[in-house]
């Protein structure tokens, strides 16, 4: 990858939660390539998913620089000096609005006679892409690049693009660049190690406290069926803890009423790590699925609640996964169709650390040009005057990009008092969030 003057590349990823940033700082990894002289700078946008130090230490990336900003701060910080490239790991109102104060940057770059030399401007979805299809895509373009984790959903992207109009030369064919680890070899059965079953929890899915305890009591029940096998509750948070998606009802809380039998119990950690010891993953939807099968583990996709769009698991037809807890209680272990399983980008063939190249390649490309062409979010007051502004404002940005009158500064690092403040209010924020939200929607419902 071609270097800035100082002869390192730097490399900017701006994230709204714990997920994302894993994805964008594994995502800047793989842009650079083994080896490269880059340096990495973190910024968590300020929010209710900010994520927390137990958080970022779980993901287990590591950052030269990494601080919490607004974002207009992280505008600001460009203003004054630009990274050679930026991954926006965002909710798309988020990488439209950055987008859009990245677009003023460089007009005003231009016309003040500077060398108009912008970022090149990165963007991508965490995981499997099953809802709001146009409206993220959409409020995606304008980056230089937009990622696609498959070949299904490169096909996907380019047909919502160039549907309405719109460019779709950014979109690039990748994988998730979470992928890895040693692939799954049948356990012996007469190894002193047990049967591990893990079951991928989900913050909102499934939403209801209902279908949540039926998932709980169906894990027990596996295990009281099952005292050979160990079955594993892998979480994503801790009570308080926020990720892309409120979790309203954690099993933690849920689990609090049950007497879990001893081959039973709740986990945290590193997502990785815990497949390294897993015979038979279980999750309704989660990601975390094709992590299992980029590595050969068995996989099931809960059916019990349906296959739906509001579950995600209508993703996975026709993979060979989809399967019910009595099934599964039966002995049932799922065999991926290799079909289904090449088309997701999971790559279990050996062809996965290619999956980067073309990516790697056209951010090089756009890096070695003297002068890239204006950022151009399809969304503009042309095509958009009725929703634009409002995304916009979200971000305290107005029409044109700009800062609004009353948007943080910049200028200065926080004081003590400023910091204390910010910390009362997202805790304040998380707290009204989490507990009393739902607590109103359920009154709301009797």
């Not at 990894?29 to 927390?52: F, I």
């Not at 304008?142 to 992207?157: P, T």
């Not at 979109?171 to 190690?193: H, M, Q």
């Not at 409002?390 to 200028?411: E, K, M, Q, S, Y």
Request: glycine share 10%; net charge neutral; proline share 7%.
């Amino acid at each position: 990858m071609p270097v800035s003057n100082s002869g390192t590349t730097r490399i900017t990823v701006l994230a709204d939660s714990d997920t994302r940033w894993k994805w964008g700082a594994l995502t800047a990894s793989r842009l650079a390539g083994e080896g490269a002289d880059t340096r990495l700078d973190g910024r968590l946008l300020r929010g209710r998913a900010t994520p927390t130090v137990r958080q970022l230490e779980e993901v287990g990336v590591r950052a030269d620089s990494l601080r919490e900003v607004t974002a207009v701060e992280f505008l600001r910080e460009v203003e004054r000096e630009a990274p050679d490239v930026i991954v926006l790991a965002l909710v798309g109102g988020a990488v439209q609005a950055v987008l859009h104060g990245l677009a003023r940057i460089a007009g005003t770059a231009v016309s003040s006679a500077g060398s108009g030399k912008r970022p090149v401007v990165v963007t991508g979805y965490v995981g499997v892409v099953y809802e709001k299809l146009a409206d993220g895509l959409l409020l995606r373009h304008g980056a230089d690049v937009v990622l696609a984790n498959s070949r299904q959903d490169a096909e996907r992207f380019r047909a919502v693009y160039e549907g309405v109009g719109a460019d779709a030369s950014g979109v690039v064919e990748s994988a998730l660049p979470f992928l890895g680890g040693t692939a799954y070899e049948k356990r012996d059965p007469n190894t002193a190690d047990p049967y591990t079953v893990v079951f991928a929890a989900q913050p909102s899915v499934p939403d209801s406290r209902a279908h949540r305890t039926y998932l709980l009591n169906r894990m027990v029940q596996h295990a009281q069926l099952h005292p050979d096998r160990e079955v594993l509750i892998k979480l994503r948070s801790k009570p308080g803890e926020h990720t892309t998606h409120i979790e309203e009802l954690p099993y933690q809380k849920l689990a609090k009423g049950q007497d879990l039998p001893p081959n039973c119990r709740l986990v945290y950690g590193n997502m990785g790590e815990v497949l390294d010891r897993t015979d038979l993953l279980v999750t309704v939807s989660s990601t975390a699925a094709l992590e299992s099968l980029h590595r050969r583990i068995p996989t099931a996709v809960l059916t019990d609640l349906g296959v739906r769009e509001a579950l995600g698991n209508h993703h996975f037809i026709g993979s060979g996964c989809l399967a019910s807890w009595d099934e599964i209680d039966a002995g049932y272990s799922p065999e991926a169709a290799p079909e289904w399983v090449a088309r997701q980008g999971v790559a279990p063939d050996g062809t996965y650390e290619k999956a980067f190249d073309a990516a790697r390649e056209r951010v090089a490309s756009l890096l070695a040009q003297h002068r890239l062409p204006p950022i151009a979010p399809y969304y503009s007051l042309t095509t958009a005057p009725g929703y634009l502004p409002g995304i916009l404002a979200r971000h305290h940005l107005g029409p044109d990009g700009a800062p609004l009158p009353g948007a943080p500064a910049a200028d200065r690092e926080p004081g003590p008092v400023r910091q204390a403040v910010r910390s009362a209010a997202r805790g304040a924020y998380r707290h009204g969030v989490q507990r009393v939200a739902p607590v109103i929607r359920r009154m709301g419902e009797l």
